[in-house]
């Protein structure tokens, strides 16, 4: 395919938590400009001066760092997209709130921006002032008046994205058809699909929002993003569940990263080439390349090894495929068939495991800020290597049904004490059973 099909294809910085550095964002902008993504969108939730402090205008080194990540955007051949979340605070009957926020865009848009976000998510239902509920029937009507003025007061050739208050579902929702209905059908829309974290993005569901909004969806696509109550999940997983003819009824897709900056560059390399050829796109391929790319060539057997167990996120229905097996197949060897064969198989899963923990966390690597971000599941990987190395121990002395519970029971604490999700269900289920320790969803001894 020579042309990539979706026209906008990008990431944002738009979790919960620290911000990226501004080096970050010059790296990231980098990297995936390097593998044909075409927008960075800059809406970090701890930036004041796009939340809290909306009103209040870019100076000093805020103003030079934004003029920077202009230049590099346009250095890669990409577009900046700065967005401003103004909805907690402002008055959407008042002229000098709206007066406020088109003077902030002016300031930004002095600065070579072209493309303004204004994202008006995360932020309560309904209308919060006496004057708002006054002068409109709702939220929707007010975010129509808001948004179209905002277009109004744009030069020409500067877009406007939105993002509304209800940015999931079916793309069938009443408050979607008001909004499309009343937008200037020059403004984007940004959607989830349905969920906030989907696991697939359907073309039939997009054709739905088209048809609701009047517009083609641009998917904000919460992967691999882990903030608020995934914080334990690390999403370095492949990208998955997007239909390959998504492009016919959409403008493209909208990443969020991780806080997590260099992990957030394994994920962002597989969407770049499912962007980039949707109908040719193999994930698993696609992954191998992209933790090559990151860690590369010494440490990527180890990696690998560390990777394929933590594929736990909404994209994934299989924690950690490889290991879930083995354990299991040895397991069934040792209690219905060959002992032997059990206990070899043990061996070899143990050293395998060990030895790509070790490696990792001990030995020189070549991206090393990759293995400090990750360190808690580096140690909860290697918490369950030393388990599947203490039953090969007990199973090759056959002491696994005797000793198990005293000998098991320590490590499935502490894996749980570590409070990552490394291997899924498939270690503390083995351990559970094999040490008769049991805990409750969510229960840390």
Known sequence: MSRAPFEVRGVIEGFYGHRWSHEQRLDVIDFVGARGMNAFMYSPKDDPLLRERWRVPYDGDDQTRLTELVRRCRANEMELTWCLSPGLSIRYSDATDVDALNAKVSSVLALGVTRIGLFLDDIPRGLQHADDQAAFSGLEEAHVALCNKVLGALPSGVDLIVCPTEYWGRGTEPSLAELGAGL?????????????????????????????????????????????????????????????????????????????????????????????????????????????????????????????????????ADDAPIVEGELSRALFELEHGDAGTGRAQLDALADRLLGAADHLLRGPVVNQALIEEIRPWLVGFEIGAQAVRKMADLAGTGRLDEDGPAELAPFLIRLRRARV?????????????????????????
């Open 421 to 445: 999700r490394v291997f899924g269900d498939a270690m503390e289920m083995t351990l559970s059973v094999l040490s008769g320790t049991m805990f409750r969803p969510g229960e840390v001894p």
């Open 184 to 316: 200037d059908p020059r403004i984007d829309l940004f959607w989830t699909g349905r969920a906030i974290c989907s696991a697939t993005l359907d073309l039939d569901d997009a054709v739905a929002f088209e048809r609701t909004a009047g517009r083609p969806p641009t998917y904000w696509d919460n992967y691999p993003v882990n903030d608020v109550d995934m914080g334990y999940e690390l999403h370095i997983g492949p990208y998955r569940g997007r239909d390959p003819q998504l492009w016919k009824a959409s403008r493209g897709i909208i990443a969020n990263g991780m806080e997590l900056f260099e992990a957030s560059k394994i994920p962002f390399a597989t969407i770049a080439d499912y962007l980039r050829d949707p109908m040719g796109y193999e994930p698993e391929a696609s992954w191998r390349q992209a933790m090559l790319d990151v860690v590369g060539t010494v440490d990527l057997e180890a990696f690998s090894v560390f990777a394929d167990n933590v594929r736990s996120s909404c994209l994934s």
